[in-house]
């Protein structure tokens, strides 16, 4: 019979003892009636088999003490409880033993043993084994004879059960041509050798000043128990001072800083500077809101991931790609259960489970195209997207302000973390997961939805209503403003001028139930098929566009249109793949082919129409996109300005830059697809402003090599 954890109950026939208890007279008609005697019956005695149950289903309950009590020291080798207490306790916890199943096979009364099988899991997987147990019977009842080989059948007085773990490696974060977003690095270790103090409390008090921490802290490390004298006390991780830099004949401010920093704490007498491996971010800040950081887990953490490998010493994904792919990343600790003689050899392997080392994660991101992005936006607060506009193959994501995602490897001082969250810029928001109003950019999105629906003929010229109009009097005192005049007005103009008034007039003729039809078509009011959770895109605050005005707002990306920057990518591919919506991935594949998020999106002949528009949107010269137009490659876009102000009055409204490029023939040597919106260009150029930039990244991007 198997038991887990328990034990049952047996008993040897059935002896009957007769106890008159006392008689009670009872009156009734006709005579008298004694009461009944009542009957007890006395427990035989527990027998072998289950007092090992018993026994064995303290273990689990680490209830050592009762086991002890179970035993017969002077046929133990008159093992003292806390000597028997400290051998059990050490094996069993040391493995981590849990979940145990005894089952008896057999009972010899004759020797009085009894012969069982035990199973339970470790640190290092299942064990199981067959094994005896012999009791002696006395005046007390039976009692175990307990010997090491209960806890191992191989187990020795003399033997020890030996426990070693291998810590499993991250896997490596790569970006598509293998070089490291993150993985390991070097950094260095900055402690205490207390045997080398001079003046133990003047050297800690300048050590904590130039770490930035309190010298309490400090002291608390040193007052560890495992501290003695000749001990190396890791006090704080820094930032490791290259060898280039040391000898630099032009450090820049924050180099020349380090040094000094270094040259100090080498002055302290019972300093010692070492290398440590840590996780490190080479790209910092350039792609931190994309691949994210680990943290050391919590006690949530280890209630919430219980059973899943973590230890108190690990760490754990906090965001980006590293939170994205921590199973993956990782790994998976090994560990071996094994015994030892008194000399350290080894007798017997009890379990093993092979370390398992985290996978590398290959992305389609380009290292060299995301910092050239950050490099030209940092000061700004935006975000930008870019991809293979054939593939959907994710070449960038950027957000800034942004962080540098190796301080929090290094440990964030209260100080800068405080900066980091009051900083006005919100660093450490992460702009290219939000959704926009997209002002003009929206344009040929109109156009299209127009063109499907046949509301919009595209040679129709639609007349020159000045810079401002409105449907009728009904708008009161509202009036849909432009900013250029020309003839005549048709949509390939339109797209060219960026016409307001143009598309407002559009986006009445298609009217709000075919106009919200044809955006859910293109994936409005969709979750983006995406590795990393987007937000949203939406064409109104409620499940309808309400009112006129709001209509003809939607028509050039004002109203309550707000769309994801990386929905708005995956949108302008269908100009460009004859009306199929790609999908965009993330993960690396050699062979990289396109897989649609939504097929026929529109048709071939509405996508070629869009195209030819925004291709003339960014290569005429009166073009709003005119500044990054290139001679080498045939380059299609549209700009857009989003003013996000409380009425048509109000001046004082931030404007949001847009611009959308793409390279529109499939011929194209590093074809490319990039979207940037910038926050607060107002004063700044506008659109222009965003433009000037992704022109300067397209310079890099077209100049360099694959």
Same mark, same amino acid.
């Given at each position: 019979m198997k038991r887990n954890y328990g034990y049952r109950r047996r008993k040897k026939g059935n002896p009957l003892l007769w106890v008159a208890v006392g008689a009670a007279v009872l009156l009734a008609v006709g005579g008298v009636v004694w009461a009944a005697m009542f009957l007890m019956n006395k427990e035989e005695e527990?027998?072998?088999?289950?007092?090992? $149950?018993?026994?064995?289903?303290?273990? #689990?309950?680490?209830?050592?003490?009762?086991?002890?009590?179970?035993?017969?020291?002077?046929?133990?080798?008159?093992?003292?409880?806390?000597?028997?207490i400290k051998r059990n306790s050490a094996i069993y916890e040391g493995i981590e033993m849990e979940n145990m199943e005894v089952e008896i096979l057999a009972y010899d009364e004759e020797r009085e043993a009894v012969r069982y099988t035990t199973s339970f899991d470790t640190a290092a997987g299942a064990v199981s084994f067959e094994n005896e147990a012999v009791f002696q019977k006395g005046e007390e009842g039976y009692l175990l004879v307990w010997q090491d080989y209960l806890i191992f059948p191989e187990l020795g007085p003399s033997d020890k059960v030996r426990v070693s773990s291998t810590k499993a490696e991250r896997g490596q974060i790569s970006d598509r041509n293998g070089r490291m977003l993150a993985g390991k690095g070097t950094a260095s270790s900055v402690g205490l050798v207390p045997?080398?103090?001079?003046?133990?409390?003047?050297?800690? $008090?300048?050590?904590?000043?130039?770490?930035?921490?309190?010298p309490e802290n400090i002291e608390k490390k040193l007052e560890a128990q495992w501290v003695k004298d000749d001990s190396f006390v890791p006090v704080k991780t820094i930032p490791k001072l290259k060898e280039t830099d040391l000898f630099a004949e032009n450090p820049d401010e924050e180099t020349q800083e380090a040094i000094e920093r270094d040259e100090k704490l080498r002055a302290i007498p019972g300093v010692m500077i070492t290398d440590t491996e840590v996780r490190e971010y080479p790209l910092g800040e350039a792609a931190a809101h994309l691949v994210?950081?680990? $943290?050391?887990?919590?006690?949530?953490?280890?209630e919430e991931h219980a059973g899943e490998g973590y230890t108190a010493d690990s760490v754990i994904g906090r965001s980006g790609l590293e939170g994205l792919y921590e199973k993956e990343l990782k790994g998976q600790d090994g560990c071996r259960i094994y015994i030892t003689d008194s000399e350290g050899n080894?007798?017997?392997?009890?379990?093993?489970?092979?370390?398992?080392h985290g996978q590398e994660i290959r992305v389609t991101i380009d290292s060299d195209l995301q910092k050239s992005v950050y490099e030209q936006l940092k000061e700004d607060q935006s975000c930008s997207v870019a991809m293979n506009p054939y593939t959907g193959e994710v070449l960038a994501l950027v957000s800034t302000p942004s962080y540098d995602n190796n301080d929090f490897i290094l440990g964030l001082s209260t100080e800068k973390w405080n900066a980091l969250n009051e900083n006005e810029g919100q660093p450490l928001y992460n702009r290219f997961r939000q959704v926009w109003c997209p002002g003009s950019t929206f344009k040929p999105i109109t156009a299209a939805v127009g063109l499907e629906s046949g509301d919009i003929d595209p040679a129709e010229d639609y007349g020159s209503e000045g810079l401002s109009w409105q449907k009728d009097s009904s708008w009161g005192s509202y009036f849909v403003t432009t900013l250029r005049l020309f003839e005549p007005v048709t949509l390939e103009n339109a797209l060219i001028y960026s016409d307001n008034i143009y598309f407002a007039k559009a986006a009445l003729k298609i009217g709000a139930e075919k106009l919200g039809a044809g955006l859910t078509k293109l994936g409005f009011g969709q979750t983006l098929p995406f590795e990393i959770g987007m937000q949203t895109s939406q064409y109104s605050n409620t499940d309808t566009i309400e009112t006129e005005v709001q209509l003809a707002d939607s028509g050039y990306g004002q109203g309550q249109i707000l769309i994801n920057p990386l929905h708005m990518a995956s949108v302008y591919t269908a100009f460009c793949n004859e009306g199929n919506m790609v999908k965009p991935y993330l993960l690396y594949e050699e062979k990289a082919t396109a897989q649609y998020w939504i097929p026929e999106a529109m048709s071939k002949e509405t996508a070629a129409r869009v195209l030819d528009g925004i291709t003339k949107a960014v290569n005429a010269p009166e073009a709003g996109g005119y500044a990054a137009h290139r001679d080498d490659v045939?380059?299609?876009?549209?700009?857009?300005?989003?003013?996000?102000?409380?009425? $048509?009055?109000?001046?004082?409204?931030?404007?949001?830059?847009?611009?959308?490029?793409?390279?529109?023939?499939?011929?194209?040597?590093? #074809?490319?697809?990039?979207?940037?919106?910038?926050?607060?260009?107002?004063?700044?150029?506008?659109s222009g402003y965003v433009v000037n930039k992704t022109a300067a990244v397209l310079e890099e991007w077209f100049g360099g090599e694959e």
């Open positions: 527990e027998g072998p088999e289950e007092l090992l $149950q018993a026994y064995m289903a303290h273990i #689990p309950k680490q209830e050592y003490e009762a086991m002890y009590q179970m035993i017969r020291p002077e046929a133990s080798g008159n093992i003292s409880q806390e000597d028997f045997g080398r103090f001079e003046d133990r409390e003047k050297e800690i $008090q300048e050590l904590a000043e130039i770490l930035g921490m309190e994210g950081y680990v $943290q050391n887990v919590t006690a949530e953490d280890l080894e007798k017997k392997q009890l379990a093993v489970l092979p370390v398992r045939v380059l299609a876009g549209k700009t857009g300005t989003a003013e996000l102000k409380e009425s $048509q009055s109000d001046t004082w409204g931030m404007e949001l830059g847009w611009f959308t490029i793409l390279t529109a023939e499939k011929t194209a040597e590093r #074809p490319i697809l990039m979207v940037t919106m910038v926050e607060d260009v107002k004063g700044r150029g506008s």
